[in-house]
Every structure is written in C-alpha cells, then in structure tokens.
C-alpha cells in the first residue's frame, strides 16, 4: 500500500503538467488554496512543489477514512504536509472528480508507460 501511495505522490508531484495554461506570477493555486511555484520547461509548465491538497477540484472532501484512504501524510504526521505533500491512491489520482488544480493535468499511464 505504501508503495502504491509513495508512486501516485512521487507521479502527481513530477508529472503534473499544463502544456496549455499560462501561469501568473509563476504560481498556481489548488482549490484548498495552497500556492504552488511553477517552472516552465520547453512548451510545458510544471509544479515545482508536491500537490497537498485535500479535496477533488469541485470540492468534494478527500477522505483518510476510506478502504483505501484517499490520501495520507508521509509517515501518518501532518506535520510533513509542507515538506513532503500528501500521499494519493490510485483511487484519487483517477476518480474524474480531479485533484489536480483546475487547467492542470496529469498524463494517462498505458502498460506503465506515459
């Protein structure tokens, strides 16, 4: 389950990308109102921070409760929200209810391929 979890944060946090959306002041904001810095890299923007936010793109709550939970805190503490970011199942990153930012996107795995 860890690995699962650590792979989905360790994708979100590298591959989130928006080819098509222009950032103001090299910042975007998730609907929980973190701030992530951006970078742009070739015809792409990418976050340069780990995604923490805890509710879908509509507003609808992330839930810890779950079977699997939706998201969790490196080593079960908050406290590493800031440094780290949270933890997503596969379960959250692929619900269409979306948990990255809005005009933001993540590539579809194939065959582990993206």
């Keep these: 389950m860890k690995r699962k979890l650590l792979f989905c944060t360790v994708f979100l946090s590298v591959i989130l990308f928006s080819s098509f959306m222009s950032c103001k002041n090299n910042t975007v904001t998730d609907i929980d109102g973190n701030v992530y810095n951006t970078v742009k890299i070739g015809t792409q923007v990418w976050m340069v921070q780990n995604l923490k936010t805890t509710k879908y793109r509509n507003g609808d709550p992330l ?17 590493n929200k800031s440094t780290y970011g949270a933890l997503y199942s596969w379960y959250a990153v692929s619900d269409t209810r979306n948990i990255a930012p ?8 194939l065959n582990g391929q993206f």
């Excluded at 809005?102 to 795995?109: S, V």
């Design 63 to 79: 839930t810890v409760y779950n079977s699997p939970p939706n998201y969790c805190w490196y080593d079960n503490d908050e406290k």
């Design 102 to 109: 809005k005009g933001w996107l993540y590539p579809r795995i």
